[in-house]
């Protein structure tokens, strides 16, 4: 008698445990040592040769088995099944597919924690308009069908209305603009609404003491709040972030409230990211921390396959700041990866530098490429490595209380 996973069920090892993954329902189950040892035993040879199937002691294995089956992950078999014919996902290869464009740097706002250090006195930036316009249609042809304008604040950048007529010109399914909304005025709202762009913003606090206390910038709360109701009255996508720091770790619950009252979907709020100015264990919030990287993990075929070659939120995507250098994200300001004032952009997206983060896989991060769960598990790389005290961009996540070695998450100890 033989046993075998299903077609669609792979068997990933981790240093003290494994984890069967079933791309058909998308669960991954924890299994341990023995039953990883079990397993790989049943893939090349028959249960006789493996145990005295009447022993008593061997029954559990039996049972173990049973198990499987009944969860559909398994079955056994009288004769050897063939070699398991599991059909591939065809080898991810990413293409450019979302951009965000850092058009100026200057911004009106001061905030306490701003990734690009953006404020009044930054440079707006050295990247000719007509750069910024080549940009939008070369990465239309390179396969860029989402496009985000962000700063600084990009409402200060004197032609930002072009930037977007050129977007839906070269017909990007999503133009959005991340904006602090404090400049939105009704010329805007009905630009915004003729050309269909959606809007992204952020609140620190639902009352103008708190807020403005992040953003250093008086009035900012009633008039970001101002546009927000414009902005939903019209019809306008929009978009809320929060983040939390130790001047507004107070605030969370005050924030969701708001979040419900404005009829937005609410989103749970982000931790303070250590870049630019965020870069400060004085904004470290003393009690709020975002929920931690933690079962149940599902995945599918294709985020599976992905997931091997590719990591799973750079891949496809990256930004440009003012000053022109390319990142595959605004958060990972020390990755820089070509610059298109002194190259084409289809050189970048096919060099070294960008296709080396794209390809940063949990196979080659600290502690990651040991776990069983690899292939199914987030992953942010500027927080891993904002954290790291060695700054290192394949450190271990911060927010991931498990433990390999052991198998067992924190709290489990």
């Known amino acids: 008698m033989y046993y075998r996973l299903n077609n669609k069920c792979v068997l990933v090892k981790g240093k003290a445990r494994g984890a069967i993954y079933d791309l058909t329902s998308g669960r991954v189950y924890s299994i341990n040592q023995g039953a990883v040892d ?12 493996i145990m005295d199937l009447d022993l008593p002691d061997n029954k559990r294995y039996l049972s173990f088995l049973d198990n499987l089956t009944a969860k559909g992950l398994g079955a056994t078999y009288n004769e050897a099944p063939g070699q398991k014919q599991m059909r591939e996902p065809p080898i991810y290869q990413p293409k450019l597919e979302f951009l965000w464009l850092e058009i100026t740097s200057s911004c009106n706002n001061r905030c306490l924690h701003c990734y690009s250090a953006s404020s009044p006195q930054a440079p707006a930036g050295c990247v000719p308009h007509n750069r910024w316009l080549e940009i939008i249609s070369e990465a239309r042809q390179e396969g860029a069908h989402s496009i985000q304008l962000i700063g600084g604040e990009p409402l200060l950048y004197p032609r ?10 070269q017909n990007y399914d999503l133009v959005e603009i991340f904006t602090n909304a404090t ?11 003729q050309h269909d762009v959606s809007i992204a913003t952020t609140i620190y606090a639902n009352n103008a003491l708190v807020h403005d206390k992040v953003t250093l910038h008086a009035g900012s709360f009633d008039k970001t709040m101002s546009a927000i109701n414009k902005i939903l009255a019209n019809g306008i996508p929009l978009r809320i972030a929060s983040i939390i720091m130790k001047a507004n770790e107070h605030e969370v619950e005050n924030i969701l409230n708001l979040y419900a009252e404005l009829g937005v979907e609410p989103a749970p709020p982000d931790v303070v990211r250590p870049t630019g100015r965020g870069d400060d264990q004085d904004l470290i919030p003393l009690r709020y921390t ?4 933690k079962p149940p993990f599902f995945t599918d075929p294709e985020s599976f396959a992905k997931a091997q070659h590719f990591h799973s939120c750079l891949a496809g995507r990256l930004a440009i700041t003012a000053t022109g250098d390319i990142i595959p994200c605004i958060f990972a300001r020390s990755q820089v990866c070509g610059n298109i004032l002194s190259t084409p952009l289809s050189a970048i ?4 530098p960008l296709t080396k983060c794209w390809c940063t896989t949990k196979d080659c991060i600290t502690k990651c490429q040991d776990c069983e769960y690899r292939y199914a598990c987030a992953d942010c790389r500027p927080l891993a490595q904002g954290q790291d005290p060695q700054k290192c961009w394949r450190a271990s996540p911060g927010d991931c209380s498990y433990n390999p070695y052991i198998g067992k998450w924190e709290e489990d100890k």
């Open 290 to 293: 975002k929920p931690s990287i």
């Open 349 to 352: 997206l096919s060099g070294q």
């Open 38 to 49: 079990l397993l790989q035993a049943c893939s090349n040879a028959a249960l006789e040769d």
């Open 160 to 169: 930002w209305r072009e930037l977007v007529l050129k977007a839906r010109e």
């Open 183 to 193: 400049l939105v005025d009704d010329d805007c709202i009905d630009f915004f609404k």
